[in-house]
């Protein structure tokens, strides 16, 4: 069964970190490229971070040298190290394939890919100030 499964949010003051986990069930996950994405409420979702098959990463201007995205492909899973982190990057988190990436005056762009899967449940993270 393809699943997709977040974890790793939480509640940190500013200026603190997390790193978020998302382990792949039922897909060969190497074979594809793969990005981080947020939601906040009232917002629409928007993408954070990406990496393709050989590594090459992709980052939003908005969490660029704070954030920080890898894969382990040996254990199906996908990883963001984020840190310094600021009120504004409180929303829910998901992972997801993806098929393209593009960035146009910084803001990242990714466009999902399904199948191989849909959205999985995500991981909230919440920034105090």
């Known amino acids: 069964q393809v699943q997709l499964v977040e974890s790793g949010g939480g509640s940190v003051q500013a200026g603190g970190s997390l790193r978020l986990s998302c382990v792949v069930y039922?897909?060969?996950?190497?074979?594809?490229?793969m990005g981080w994405f947020r939601q906040a409420p009232g917002k629409e979702r928007e993408g954070v971070s990406g990496i393709d098959r050989r590594g090459g990463t992709y980052y939003d201007d908005s969490v660029k040298g704070r954030f920080t995205i890898s894969r382990d492909n040996a254990k199906n899973t996908l990883y963001l190290q984020m840190n310094n982190l600021k009120p504004e990057d409180t929303a829910m988190y998901y992972c997801?394939?993806?098929?393209?990436?593009?960035?146009?005056?910084?803001?990242?762009?990714?466009?999902?890919?399904?199948?191989?899967?849909?959205w999985g449940q995500g991981t909230q993270v919440t920034v105090s100030s």
């Open positions: 997801r394939a993806v098929s393209t990436f593009s960035v146009v005056l910084g803001d990242l762009k990714m466009t999902p890919q399904a199948p191989p899967s849909d």
């Open positions: 039922g897909y060969s996950y190497s074979n594809y490229c």
